[in-house]
């Protein structure tokens, strides 16, 4: 499993440029902004959802701002009917926790069953600030660089507009 030093190292070991900014634990956007914590404006949210017959795992990402329903993702990915997956999957799939889930947990995906989904809006804004599997920092790259990074590693990844 990957946690935040072995994906700090990751990054290193494979040049990708990064910013890291660690802080208190955080949850939710709320608590990211009532923090000040830096580059909000590259700020991801991230959903981990499953089809209705639990056979297939997304883990999607968006801008923070952004508002989409889940039948809007299922359509645009087309995709069974969609709903947030457990935290028993989360942990078991990913590694992760609530509150640190992260494109960067499909690093932990040794069986390549997640697909990750980055909306275009974090393409076109060309740096993207998620968790390294932990809640406690912030890392800053390029949306290029973390899509190659997982392609790179075996996961499955789209770029689509959500």
Not at 118 to 147: E, K, S
Request: proline letters at 5%; glycine letters at 6%; a negative charge.
């Amino acid at each position: 499993m990957e946690g935040k030093q072995e994906v700090l190292e990751l990054l290193a070991r494979e040049g990708i440029p990064f910013e890291l900014t660690e802080h208190p634990a955080v949850f939710t956007v709320a608590d990211v902004r009532a923090l000040g914590i830096p580059h909000h404006e590259y700020g991801a949210k991230n959903l981990f959802l499953r089809d209705d017959k639990k056979r297939a795992y997304y883990l999607v990402s968006l801008p923070e701002e952004k508002r989409v329903s889940l039948k809007e993702i299922q359509a645009r990915i087309g995709s069974r009917r969609l709903s947030f997956a457990s935290e028993a999957d989360l942990l078991a799939k990913l590694g992760l926790t609530p509150g640190s889930v992260t494109p960067l947990g499909a690093l932990n995906d040794a069986a390549h069953t997640v697909e990750v989904v980055i909306d275009q809006a974090l393409w076109d804004r060309g740096r993207v600030a998620v968790h390294p599997c932990d809640n406690t920092a912030t890392v800053l790259l390029a949306t290029r660089d973390l899509v190659e990074l997982l392609r790179d590693h075996g996961s499955p990844v789209r770029v689509i507009a959500l």
